[in-house]
């Protein structure tokens, strides 16, 4: 093989090894819409992995949560700083080729218990067997993809969504390429 093929080679594996990718902080309304009754409340977030590829893809997926501040407003601005965040492993996952995965996560409530994460900002965070461009500023198909979706359900226990909510929704190309790793 000749040296320029194998420096080929070499930058096209550098380019899809492990790269972490994010949606960037979010915040997640109280309610959709505006119904006669008041809204309905965002109570889940769903996280779609998706396999394109004949092969075998890896991908590792984490959360970030700062929860709503509870202090009172007290005038025309109001800057609420250093809101601790919290990660939550949402686990690692092997896609089969031509898959999908759903991740679906409820949005606890417990107001009153500090685990209420209503009116949270979030960040959805993942690494793996992603394609990036060789400048590592765009994400591309051909490996793994990624899209977050989030509304209201009216069941538990049902998988989905009864009324997305299009504030809560982040295609593929959305996402942003972390440099850092």
């Known amino acids: 093989m000749s040296e320029s093929k194998d420096k080929s080679k070499s930058k096209d594996k550098h380019k899809s090894s492990k790269v972490k990718i994010t949606t960037g902080p979010f915040l997640v309304p109280e309610e959709v819409d505006s119904e006669l009754q008041g809204g309905r409340e965002n109570d889940r977030i769903i996280i779609i992995l998706k396999n394109p ?3 075998y893809l890896k991908v590792k997926v984490t959360l970030g949560v700062c929860l709503e501040p509870r202090t009172p407003m007290s005038g025309h601005l109001n800057v609420y700083k250093d ?15 031509h898959t999908c995965t759903r991740i ?13 994460e209503s009116n949270a900002v979030y960040r959805v965070t993942a690494k ?17 993809e990624i899209s977050v979706i989030g509304g209201s359900v009216f069941n538990f226990q049902e998988a989905g969504l ?12 959305n996402f942003v390429v972390c440099n850092k790793c």
């Open 104 to 116: 679906e996560r409820n949005i606890p409530r417990g107001l009153g218990i500090g685990k209420d």
């Open 83 to 97: 809101i601790e965040e919290k990660e939550i492993k949402l686990g690692y996952f092997t896609l089969k080729p």
């Open 162 to 173: 009864e009324q997305a909510d299009p504030a809560l929704f982040f295609p593929y190309s």
């Open 53 to 55: 590829t004949d092969k």
């Open 128 to 144: 793996g067997d992603f394609n990036v461009s060789s400048d590592k500023s765009t994400v591309l198909c051909g490996l793994a």
